[in-house]
């Protein structure tokens, strides 16, 4: 099982944090977890490279790794922008000169900044268990997608299909898995040991159901639920099944800015806004809200808050979860939890409620 490295937790004082402002917000997440089904939450703040706190409320511990659901393509970002800042790779390319048979029933004009921004044009191309295990199987699948429409048209989440895309790029670049180069040219040099991709699920707490009242119901096989099943976690689907503590995340974001790892320019075109626009699909695979999109980050709306700065990016997670950093005040955040609800999904008031509040909090800390 991985060593989950324990970081000291500097404190408001030391990071510039409102010491009061960020009590309120614990108190609500500790609320959140003592008044609900929810199992367990783990949240973390941190500013300067350092972290103002770092708490788990219910039955986990600090040590404890989560399922990082769509937070994780922050992760997945931070890879990318890596690349795009040591030059070997450029928005323009096309994929299918980068990942070969790929150009296929018209997915050859499809572009790296198509892919990052889901624009590319095939949102649910399919490629479940257990091919997804075999490179030789994905590379056919991705010769098999079609066009739902042409890149670049319209925008719409590419759930699963565009980070395993993004995998292959890595590897075809790099000469390692995504994985690999997660590890070796970024979490293992930053220290940030908990952030991991295609690991055993026992190393990782369970997901639990929220709102089970009978043995005889079972979860939503898709969506969320898809990762409860340790075949298709190990499996390490890029975008949704890597895995940490909330510690590691929000440093993770704070490593983009005073690491040295990154190119300040390769962060600043990845946070930059392309567009604002209301993406399509139903409102439970992120469609419905007007987000602002980055590069493989959302900067505006998509359940983010609303009291940071326009420059404010990251990704919120099913169901409960939530990673930013404001370039701004300098505050960067990760909520963690391994509660869902049997749909995967909470789009009820109260639970969007929670979020909007839990959010607000985060951003307002300086």
């Not at 749909?343 to 909007?356: A, I, P, V």
């Given at each position: ?176 898995t995504f994985a690999e180069y997660l590890r070796a040219e970024l979490t293992g040099p930053l220290g940030l040991s908990s952030l991991d991709l295609g690991v055993p699920a026992d190393t990782v707490l369970p997901m639990l159901a929220t709102d ?45 800015v005073h690491s040295g790892r990154w190119t300040a320019d390769a962060v600043t075109e990845g946070a930059r806004i392309r567009f604002t626009r209301r993406p399509a699909g139903e409102e439970a695979y992120g469609g419905g809200t007007p987000v ?75």
């Amino acid at each position: 099982m991985t060593e989950v490295a324990q970081h000291e937790v500097a404190g408001p004082a030391a990071t510039g944090v409102d010491p009061r402002r960020l009590d309120v917000l614990l108190r609500r997440v500790r609320q959140a977890v003592a008044e609900t089904p929810l199992p367990s939450m783990q949240v973390a703040v941190a500013r300067q490279g350092r972290l103002a706190a770092f708490e788990t409320f219910g039955d986990a511990t600090g040590r404890d790794r989560y399922v990082l659901q769509s937070v994780g393509r922050s992760i997945v970002a931070g890879v990318v922008w890596h690349l795009l800042g040591r030059g070997l790779l450029d928005l323009r390319e096309r994929v299918g000169e980068i990942v070969p048979g790929f150009g296929t029933n018209g997915k050859d004009a499809v572009t790296v900044e198509h892919v990052l921004t889901h624009t590319a044009g095939f949102p649910f191309a399919p490629l479940g268990y257990p091919k997804m295990l075999d490179r030789e199987q994905r590379l056919a699948a991705f010769a098999r997608w079609r066009l739902d429409y042409p890149p670049g048209t319209k925008f719409q989440f590419h759930l699963t299909s565009a980070a395993w895309l993004i995998g292959e790029i890595v590897h075809r670049r790099t000469g390692l898995t995504f994985a690999e180069y997660l590890r070796a040219e970024l979490t293992g040099p930053l220290g940030l040991s908990s952030l991991d991709l295609g690991v055993p699920a026992d190393t990782v707490l369970p997901m639990l159901a929220t709102d089970r009242t009978g043995d005889d119901q079972e979860p939503d096989p898709w969506g969320p639920w898809y990762l409860s099943d340790p075949r298709v976690l190990a499996a390490g689907e890029p975008s949704h099944a890597l895995v940490g503590t909330a510690a590691d995340v929000a440093l993770f974001f704070q490593a983009l800015v005073h690491s040295g790892r990154w190119t300040a320019d390769a962060v600043t075109e990845g946070a930059r806004i392309r567009f604002t626009r209301r993406p399509a699909g139903e409102e439970a695979y992120g469609g419905g809200t007007p987000v602002g999109m980055g590069l493989f980050v959302t900067v505006a709306g998509g359940g983010l808050p609303s009291t940071g700065s326009p420059a404010l990016f990251g990704n919120s997670g099913a169901a409960y979860q939530l990673g930013f950093l404001d370039p701004v005040s300098g505050v960067s955040f990760a909520l963690l939890c391994n509660g869902y609800p049997l749909t995967g999904y909470d789009l009820s008031e109260r639970g969007r409620t929670m979020m909007r509040t839990i959010a607000d909090l985060a951003a307002d800390l300086t």
